[in-house]
């Protein structure tokens, strides 16, 4: 015959095993024989029938209340197990991140990232800004703006990268940076003394010397009294510094849409051989209009040339190639 201290005798006792359970599958264990459909509390409420009505009641009372207590007592013994389950995974998992071991090699900056921060730094030293354009262009920025007729080859479908957007051939990977400067002019009132690095792209099949995507950086200068001399300059200026002294620089005639004069630059090394760097000019009245800036009032001059050139001159690459095979034993020479 069941009673309270019955009752209370087991309750105890399952209190005593749920809190010593040491493990969820324990306490689903200790949780079924207590409270499961064969358990002595199930057993006890179908004997509930045999007693008078007012034993029926107190013991009933009592039986509900030990059931919830033991119940809340699993609930609570399962979310101790969970946080100590879960505690001791993280203790497992933990990565101590307070010291690089020693067989770690640390990454750097790229041989192109290099060259270009290099002259970066190298031409806001002589006074200039670095603007920024963006590498899907419009065919009147990339083209019309810059003085370069409808039927220019290098408008040609071979040499440009349209892109679907837009009315056909209107919209395109810019081909060179030059498109900056007209958008530099139409930001901003002269005087303007802006460089623009960037990426720029080609149907260009690669090689030694060519890839389809590679990178430029462009000069442009407008002020007053700008004359081809300011450029000449401003080139023997950039090539003492980023090639060192010993290196000197010279200007050839030669012929650019957007230039006029126009001309191709180059460095002498040491040992008197010449190398072609880059083309230049004074600005064309036509790009100055296109770009809001009065001819009659202002004057300039641009230049180009192509960073990774200078990447594989500077750090003695012989194939451009090579700087994008992603070959750990080249890149960690530099």
């Known amino acids: 015959m069941i009673d309270d201290l019955t009752l209370l005798t087991f309750e105890s006792e399952t209190a005593a095993a749920i809190t010593g359970a040491a493990s969820a599958s324990a306490l689903r264990d200790v949780e079924h024989a207590a409270l499961g459909r064969d358990s002595r509390l ?30 809340a007592a699993v609930a609570a013994r399962h979310d101790e197990l969970a946080r100590s389950e879960r505690t001791a995974q993280l203790a ?33 030293g002589l006074g200039f800004q670095v603007a920024e354009g963006p590498e899907v262009e419009t065919d009147w920025h990339n083209f019309d703006a810059l003085n370069i007729p409808a039927d220019h080859p290098a408008r040609d479908g071979f040499d440009t990268i349209y892109v679907n957007h837009g009315s056909p051939g209107s919209t395109l990977l810019r081909t060179h940076t030059s498109p900056v400067q007209i958008r530099a002019m139409l930001a901003q009132k002269p005087p303007i003394y802006v460089i623009a690095p960037g990426r720029v792209y080609r149907r260009d099949t690669a090689d030694a010397t060519h890839m389809p995507v ?9 002020d007053r009294g700008i004359s081809l001399a300011d450029l000449a300059g ?27 004069p126009s001309a191709e630059f180059d460095i002498q090394r040491p040992d008197g051989s010449w190398l072609e760097l880059g083309g230049c000019g004074m600005v064309h009245p036509n790009v100055l209009r296109a770009g809001g800036v009065d001819p009659e009032e202002w004057s300039g001059f ?33």
Do not use: C
Request: negative net charge; glycine residues 6%; hydrophobic residues 45%.
């Open 214 to 222: 590679f990178h430029q950086i462009e000069g442009l200068v407008i």
């Open 302 to 334: 641009a230049f180009g040339f192509g960073i990774d050139r200078l990447a594989l001159m500077k750090f003695g690459v012989d194939d451009l190639r090579e700087l994008y095979a992603n070959d750990v034993r080249l890149l960690t020479q530099f």
């Open 92 to 124: 497992a998992e933990r990565l101590d991140l307070t010291e690089v071991p020693d067989s770690v090699v640390v990454g750097h900056a790229h041989v192109v990232t290099q060259t270009w921060e290099l002259l970066e730094d190298i031409f806001v």
């Open 234 to 260: 401003t080139i023997e200026a950039f090539t003492e510094a980023y090639f060192g002294t010993g290196f000197s620089s010279r200007l050839r005639p030669n012929y650019f849409p957007f230039t006029e």
């Open 42 to 71: 199930v057993a006890a409420r179908k004997q509930l029938g045999s007693l008078d009505p007012e034993q029926r009641r107190t013991v009933g009372k009592v039986l509900n209340d030990v059931r919830e207590r033991l119940t």
